[in-house]
């Protein structure tokens, strides 16, 4: 949408820019899975040894809390700090994660307010495509015993996955994702030299 003249149909393709992406994900997740591994590793040394030195059961229940909280404050730090790295690789045409970090160093508070209205927001949309979806398949299915049957569907057979109540739940549920994916992919437009994606 923000070149026209790379057009294809539906704006679908797999090119460049695509891959970076991809490359772009694959780094984050395999950083993701080294930080989660070196906070386990340790928080396991950390409760070995306050085990052995208080040995007070409910201590290291508390430290073990301590440490998971501080993990997890680490961790939405760096997603916050990270979060402009694929803006930043579709403007620039390269991966670079240092990038994101330089630009939103000191706006970490703005950003994570900013997505936590969004996160907010979303919630809000989902809900209400959730109520749209059990009134359309009460009405549709005779009342609301038939959400009892789309709350486990059956999708051992083709027939009962493109059952009139399962299309309806599909086409709700897509309409809804539709209408919340703009919420969270266009709240970055307060971060000098962000490109709006």
Do not use: H, K
């Not at 460049?16 to 994900?25: A, C, H, K, T």
Request: aromatic share 10%.
């Amino acid at each position: 949408v923000l070149r026209p003249e790379q057009w294809r149909f539906g704006y679908l393709r797999l090119a460049s820019d695509e891959l970076r992406q991809l490359g772009l994900f694959a780094l984050m997740l395999a950083l993701a899975l080294c930080a989660y591994l070196a906070l386990l590793v340790a928080i396991s040394l950390v409760v070995t040894l306050l085990a052995f030195a208080i040995g007070d059961a409910p201590a290291i229940g508390l430290g073990l809390v301590l440490l998971v909280v501080l993990s997890v404050i680490g961790l939405v730090f760096a997603g916050v700090r990270l979060s402009l790295a694929s803006p930043r690789t579709f403007d620039t045409g390269r991966i670079d994660l240092m990038a994101s970090w330089r630009m939103t160093r000191g706006r970490f508070w703005p950003l994570l307010w900013t997505y936590l209205l969004a996160l907010g927001l979303w919630a809000v949309v989902q809900a209400l495509i959730l109520a749209i979806g059990i009134f359309a398949v009460a009405i549709i299915g005779g009342g609301f015993g038939a959400l009892s049957n789309e709350a486990q569907p059956d999708f051992t057979s083709f027939a009962t996955a493109l059952a009139p109540l399962a299309l309806v739940n599909l086409a709700v549920s897509a309409i809804g994702e539709a209408l919340s994916f703009p919420v969270t992919a266009s709240i970055r437009d307060d971060v000098p030299g962000y490109v709006r994606c």
